[in-house]
């Protein structure tokens, strides 16, 4: 089955050769890259462009037309025909047995991720590891695929229509898991499918983007509001914060406090959001 890797990018001349290199480090070799380019102003391409040499085929194509990693994504899948379509970062770093193992995996299922081993530049020392066993679930509705380490078929991938280009703050690959799910795909699990998945650096960015996902984590409920998705009320949102603050110290002592505070920042973003928008969602 021929294979094809898709990276959106944006302003990723400093991550992308970390994951081109990477990528050309693999056990198999058998595939071919396409970096989509969402409107970059710091020469990404140009830098993508200099690895073609390297790889069996490289192909950078342009998705400035419309902002998103969910756009990106279904513009550098579309220019391509392979039956197997495997998606990553541009400042991600995929583990060598990364394309063995999604291959692997496609050979029975429609849909494949793997772990996340979290990699935070600001403290080097640190380690976690996330969904390190079984697909990651959100609301506690159904598992998703995390767009920074997924494998599909093509099959699969066009049949619920790819990416919601809608959601463009965050939140696209639980959709698409969700949708994938609810069209009746599995989503396997290939330990060897491991990405190192770099965290940002910067307490300010690594912030930002946490009130982000909040956002968009109103905007993916409210798509799915009459589903059956629980939510949680005023008081169990008032009192998690509660249980929050007793808990800051102790996690700050213990090294964990940027984890902590954006956990907050996410929490009050959800519920910034779910005022304005006048909808309960769940934590």
Known sequence: MSVVVVIPALNAAQTLPRQLEALNSQTDLDFRVVVSDNGSSDGTPDVARRWVPTFH???VVDSSDRPGAAHARNVGVGSSSEDLILICDADDRVRPTWVEAMRRGLASSDVVTGPLFLVWPD???????????APPMSMGFRPYVPGCN???TREAFMGVGGF???LFRAQEDVDLGWRLVGNGHDISFERDA???YFQRSGLRSYLRQQWSYGRAHVTLFMKYRDAGIRSASWKTSARWFVEWA???PGRVRSG???TAVGGAVFQLSRCWESLRTRTSTPL
Request: glycine content about 10%.
């Open 194 to 196: 491991a990405i190192d």
């Open 164 to 166: 919601d280009e809608d």
């Open 246 to 248: 007793k808990q800051l």
């Open 57 to 59: 085929s490289l192909e």
């Open 123 to 133: 403290e080097p020392g640190r380690r976690e590891v996330w969904n390190v066993d």
């Open 256 to 258: 964990d406090g940027r």
């Open 150 to 152: 997924a494998g599909l």
